[in-house]
């Protein structure tokens, strides 16, 4: 019986295609890169057919390795970045690149919906607040903006939806990317037609929904000969990025929290009911009667790779890294705002800007460097602050991501948080979660707890130290003001 699982991890950057055996262990993996769009001022957009040619380049590079076969692949996961809104025809073909997570472009469109509609008309369905960055205002910016568009669309497809339906020709809507769709309601996971109406849009637009885990069809032979993969393996649904990452990090019981250490940064706390709160993003796990609150912001490993892109030719992430051990907890007083994108939660603020505050002639690069580090382990703890107020417990810390493997910014996010961080195998966290939920669909795991025992190995255990845990409360204070003192700033375009 076939026992190997491929994961695919539609990334902001790159995809990642990978092949696990059933312990967890990579045998073999591929990264393809593709492009981010710009065309105005606020938009940012992706061409998922792009995503698919990548895709297939992936897993084709995989195939040819000698450590798998085709035919040893029992089932294929997809995870995706959030907030896609993909239009297809009745064919299947894409009409238009999709608006990603970072596209703001229908700002107007929300402030129009919230004159419209009473706030909590929308939050007690959706428990998201109406924003730009969302799938919904994207769909009704179609509408208004691109009717010619909207009205050849059959339906709005997320990341892995998209790729689910390359795959085998079935369109699909898993639990998990739901969130980005106002009318679908968070506590039943069912679609609220009357809220659609509300909206000016209809259920119609949207697939059918799927658990995560669930089948959805099997490979086609066209993407077969597309891809190397055999004609027939199970394809499941999938879901959400920061999700299956969460999973892959070995989070699915109340109370876990994961910590991301991607291009973007956060936290996902999982809860084992719909727990929201208007600062915050509320999501279904991955995980069948579990939700996910959670912490998104622009600033993470993405942060440090535009340092190193701009001030440290030459130099590795180690090399600045290093140059950052030799400065104090607090950077001596320089602080960073890691706003590159503007800033999701907990502030929803689109215009936020990055600064470096406290520079003078006494400051060095490695003060920079440091205060980058701090900066993002800040934004981590002010939505952990947030969460908090829910009523939400948080305990230890499970790390993911590129920036886990850096011991020092590690270290500091214990030290800023005051909490416990422990590492997984975090390069290939978010794969291996699309790779478990595709086990756990077609049964080579019986559950999601014995997927985790015996995928998730802890490579290493980080405590704070409290001494620099009280540092970091003062440079904490310090943050929170600079964004309160600059917040009018930010807001007088």
């Known amino acids: ?49 792009e995503w698919w040619e990548a895709i297939c380049e992936g897993i084709k590079d995989c195939l040819a390795a000698d450590e798998v076969s085709a035919e040893e692949i029992a089932g294929i996961g997809i995870d995706g970045q959030s907030w896609s809104a993909i239009p297809v025809d009745k064919e299947g073909n894409c009409l238009a690149k999709s608006p990603i997570w970072m596209d703001t472009r229908a700002r107007n469109i929300c402030d129009e919906v919230k004159r419209k509609l009473d706030f909590h008309e929308i939050f007690d369905v959706a428990g998201n607040d ?23 669309t059959y339906k709005f497809l997320q990341s892995n939806s998209y790729i689910g339906y390359k795959l085998t020709g079935v369109m699909s809507q898993d639990l998990s990317q739901g969130y980005g769709i106002h009318f679908f309601n968070m506590s039943t996971c069912t679609y609220d037609e009357e809220l ?12 059918e929904l799927y658990q995560c885990h669930e089948v ?43 910590e991301q250490g991607g291009q973007a940064g956060g936290m996902s706390i999982c809860v084992d009911h719909a727990l929201a709160h208007p600062k915050l993003i509320l999501s279904p796990h991955v995980i069948p009667g579990m939700w ?17 892109q701009e001030f ?13 051990e030799e400065i104090p907890a607090g950077s001596d007083g320089v602080t960073f705002l890691p706003f590159m994108a503007g800033e999701r939660s907990p502030l929803w603020n689109p215009d936020a800007k990055g600064v470096y505050y406290g520079l003078g002639f006494d400051k060095t690069k490695a ?24 009523g939400a417990k948080v305990g230890e810390l499970i790390a993911m991501g590129g920036a886990s493997n850096s011991v020092l910014w590690t270290q500091i996010k214990a030290d800023v948080t005051g909490k416990v961080i422990k590492v997984p195998t975090s390069d290939t966290a978010t794969t291996l979660g699309a790779a478990i939920l595709a086990g756990v669909g077609v049964g080579v795991y019986e559950s999601f707890e014995e997927a985790v025992k015996e995928t998730i190995v802890i490579t290493r255990v980080q405590e704070p130290n409290m001494e620099n845990h009280e540092k970091y409360k003062d440079a904490m204070n310090l943050y929170l003001n600079l964004i309160d003192a600059l917040t009018p700033v930010y807001n007088d375009k």
Request: aromatic share 8%; hydrophobic share 40%; net charge neutral.
């Open 1 to 49: 019986m076939a026992k190997l699982l491929l994961g695919i991890d539609i990334g902001t950057s790159a995809c990642k295609v990978a092949v696990f055996d059933k312990s967890g262990r990579v045998l073999v993996q591929a990264n393809k890169p593709y492009e981010l769009y710009y065309p105005n001022p606020g938009w940012v957009e992706q061409d998922p057919d």
């Open 196 to 207: 659609a109406t509300a909206l000016g849009l209809s259920v119609d637009k949207v697939p």
């Open 130 to 152: 109406f924003l730009p960055s969302y799938t919904t205002p994207k769909m009704l910016w179609f509408k208004q903006e691109k009717p010619e568009i909207y009205d050849k």
């Open 367 to 390: 003060h920079m460097v440091r205060a980058t580090l701090e900066g993002v382990a800040y934004s981590l703890q002010h939505n952990l602050k947030v969460a908090a107020e829910t």
């Open 216 to 258: 959805i069809g099997t490979v086609t032979k066209e993407a077969a000969e597309k891809t190397g993969l055999k004609e027939g393996t199970k394809v499941v649904a999938g879901g959400l990025d920061a999700a299956c990452g969460t999973l892959g990090a070995g989070v699915y019981l109340p109370g876990q929290t994961q």
């Open 292 to 308: 996910l609150l959670q912490g998104g912001t622009v600033g993470g490993g993405g942060a440090l790779r535009w340092f190193k």
């Open 312 to 324: 440290g030719e030459g130099q590795s992430f180690d090399d600045l890294t290093k140059l950052a």
